[in-house]
C-alpha cells in the first residue's frame, strides 16, 4: 500500500520519464504474481473470509447487537454493503490481478481501506457484544493487508503503468476539495460542541461516548488524501497507489452512507441521527466520484505488460 528486491543501481539511479512503450517489459515485476508475494494473497483473503463473516453475523443475527435501534439498523445496513459488495469486489480484484491486471491492483488497495474503515465502525460504533473478536481479527488483517501491499508493490516504479492521458492534477484538486469539504462539515458539527458540558447533540441517543467517524476521518483518512493528493499532482507512485485506492473507497463509501441510513430509518424512523434525506446526497456523490475513478483506472494498462490499444 514496494517490492521486490531493488538492485544497488536502482536505487542509486535518478527518476526518468518512461515511455508505455518502454515501460512494458519493466511493469510485469510491479505487481501480480511475480509482485505480490503469497502473503499478500493470504493475508488480504483472511481479510475477506473474516469481513464476510463478521457482517453475514450482523446481518443475519441483529439480535447480537445492543444498541440503539437505529445504530443497530445503521450497523446492518454497513454489514449488507461489506458482503455484497466490498467483500466480492475484494474478491474480484485479487483474482484479476492474480492474472496480471495492472488496473485490479489499485481496486485491491482500495477494497482493502473500505474494509478497514468499516472494521473501525464495528468496534467503536457498535457497544461491545459477541462479535468483538471478529471485529478486531477484521481490524488487524486490513491493517496488515494494507502493510503488505505497500510493503510488496514496487511503489516508485508504479508511474509505468500509467499513461499521459492521466490527468494527475486534476485527481488530485478532486482530493484536495473532497478532503477539504468533509474535513469543514466535521468540525461544523465539533467546533460548536467544544464548549458544552452536556452531551452533544450529535450523540444524543446513539449510545455512543464519542463519534469514530470524526475520529478516523480527521486523524487518518483525510490527511492521507490530502498527502495522496499531492504526490499525485507530481505524478509520484506513492500518489498513484493511495490516490488510486482513495478514489476506490470513496466510492464505495457513500454507497455504504445511503443504504446504513435507508436501514437505520427502518428500525427507528424517530431518530434524529439517520434520515432518508442523506441518501440523494450520497448517491449524488458516489456518482460524482464514479468519474475521477473511472479516469484513473482508464489511464492505466489494461495488463501489466501491455500498452494500451493492444
Known amino acids: 500500500m514496494r517490492t521486490i528486491s531493488m538492485t544497488s543501481a536502482d536505487r542509486e539511479e535518478a527518476p526518468r520519464p518512461v515511455s508505455v512503450g518502454a515501460a512494458s517489459s519493466e511493469a510485469v515485476s510491479l505487481v501480480g504474481p511475480a509482485g505480490l508475494r503469497r502473503s499478500g494473497y493470504v493475508v488480504s483473503g483472511l481479510l475477506g473470509v473474516v469481513a464476510w463473516g463478521a457482517s453475514a453475523a450482523v446481518w443475519f443475527g441483529p439480535e447480537l447487537l445492543h444498541g440503539a435501534a437505529a445504530m443497530d439498523g445503521s450497523a446492518r445496513g ?15 480484484a485479487m483474482w484479476a490481478t492474480s492474472r496480471g491486471s ?6 485491491w488497495a482500495g477494497s482493502v481501506a473500505f474494509l478497514l474503515y468499516q472494521a473501525v465502525l464495528y468496534l467503536l460504533a457498535t457497544p461491545f457484544n459477541s462479535l468483538f473478536l471478529a471485529f478486531e481479527a477484521m481490524l488487524a488483517l486490513g491493517i496488515w493487508s494494507v502493510v503488505t501491499l505497500w510493503s510488496q508493490v514496487d511503489v516508485p516504479r508504479l508511474p509505468v503503468l500509467v499513461d499521459q492521458r492521466l490527468p494527475a492534477r486534476s485527481l488530485a484538486m478532486f482530493l484536495w476539495v473532497a478532503a477539504a469539504a468533509n474535513a469543514l462539515v466535521w468540525l461544523r458539527t465539533i467546533v460548536p460542541a467544544l464548549d458544552e458540558s452536556a452531551t452533544p447533540a450529535f450523540l444524543q441517543g446513539t449510545g455512543l461516548t464519542t463519534n469514530p467517524v470524526f475520529v478516523q476521518d480527521l486523524a487518518v483518512w483525510l490527511p492521507m488524501m490530502a498527502v495522496a493528493a499531492w504526490w499525485l ?4 507512485g506513492r500518489g498513484l497507489l493511495l490516490g488510486g485506492a482513495m478514489l476506490v473507497t470513496w466510492l464505495l463509501e457513500p454507497i455504504t452512507i445511503a443504504v446504513d441510513q435507508w436501514i437505520g ?4 424512523p424517530t431518530a434524529p441521527y439517520v434520515s432518508t ?3 440523494p446526497v450520497m448517491v449524488g456523490f458516489a456518482a460524482v466520484t464514479a468519474v475521477p475513478a473511472f479516469l484513473f483506472l482508464r489511464s492505466v494498462r489494461p ?5 494500451h490499444g493492444t
Do not use: K
Open 78 to 92: 454497513t454489514a449488507l454493503v461489506v458482503m455484497v459488495l466490498g467483500v466480492p469486489l475484494l474478491a474480484v
Open 102 to 107: 495492472a488496473r485490479a491492483m489499485f481496486v
Open 233 to 236: 499532482w507530481h505524478r509520484d
Open 265 to 268: 430509518v427502518q428500525a427507528d
Open 277 to 279: 434525506d442523506v441518501i
Open 303 to 307: 495488463r501489466q505488460g501491455e500498452s
